[in-house]
């Protein structure tokens, strides 16, 4: 079946600029996570949907940063007045349910670069 | 808080020799461990996990990892390395009792598997 997928795979803004990430998790996956990866930070949660529920924004840096989710399915993860920090990998993961142990499925990013 | 430790940055191994890459986690309380695979340019690949039960778990692509609780370790092993392991890992964990919140990862292991 069809993975989580994410779009743009690039993003290429100057700095000041908003952008918008898109993530389809797979059907049926009720939790939706997303992650940023950056050479100095590693991979870092910002954000968590399960389902229709109010989000776990614990992980996001800045009041830049916001998601939402619509219907319980797709996401966007929007990025106000970039910064060149902001330059990194934006992965989506999405899983079955909010069981604590079940594994996570990730898409192939969107790769954002800040000028 | 909880926190994974991997302290290499690089591995180095030979065709056909066993391969360990070395991970160590701090939680309160049950650990939930996670390991998973990225190859270039691609999305997290899930390997294993660890919940409960047998402290050597089997996993993906031939591997397999042992949970140790007095050493808080989570190491993963194969017993012979193929040139297509060389990617880069890392291992996660959760809090068993944290609900379904975001993976906290460790910095990742570049494994190179040398023909």
């Known amino acids: 079946g069809a993975g989580v997928s994410q779009s743009p795979s690039n993003k290429v803004t100057e700095k000041g600029k908003d952008v918008e990430l898109r993530c389809d998790p797979i059907?049926?996956?009720?939790?939706l996570y997303w992650y940023r990866q950056s050479l100095g930070q590693g991979l870092e949660f910002l954000i968590y949907?399960?389902?229709?529920?109010?989000?776990?924004k614990s992980g996001l840096p800045s009041d830049r940063f916001s998601a939402e989710r619509t219907g319980g399915s797709v996401s966007t993860l929007t990025i106000q007045r970039t910064q060149q920090e902001d330059s990194a990998v934006y992965l989506c993961?999405?899983?079955?349910?909010?069981?604590?142990?079940?594994?996570?499925?990730f898409g192939p990013g969107t790769r954002l670069t800040v000028l | 808080a909880q926190s994974v430790a991997q302290p290499e940055d690089q591995v180095n191994v030979a065709e056909g020799n066993p391969l360990t890459v070395k991970c160590t986690y701090s939680?309160?309380?049950?650990?939930?461990l996670f390991w998973y695979v990225q190859y270039p340019n691609r999305g997290l690949q899930f390997l294993l996990k660890?919940?409960?039960?047998?402290?050597l778990v089997k996993g993906s692509y031939g591997f397999e990892a042992e949970f140790n609780k007095s050493q808080t370790s989570f190491h993963l092993k194969k017993p012979s390395a193929l040139v297509s392991d060389s990617a880069l890992y890392f291992c996660?964990?959760?809090?068993?009792?944290?609900?379904?919140?975001?993976?906290?990862f460790g910095k990742g292991t570049h494994l190179i598997i040398q023909p």
């Open positions: 993961a999405s899983s079955p349910d909010r069981v604590s142990y079940n594994e996570q499925f």
């Open positions: 949907f399960q389902g229709n529920s109010a989000p776990d």
């Open positions: 939680v309160s309380g049950n650990p939930y």
């Open positions: 660890y919940i409960t039960g047998d402290n």
């Open positions: 059907s049926g996956h009720t939790a």
């Open positions: 996660a964990v959760r809090y068993s009792g944290g609900g379904a919140d975001g993976l906290t």
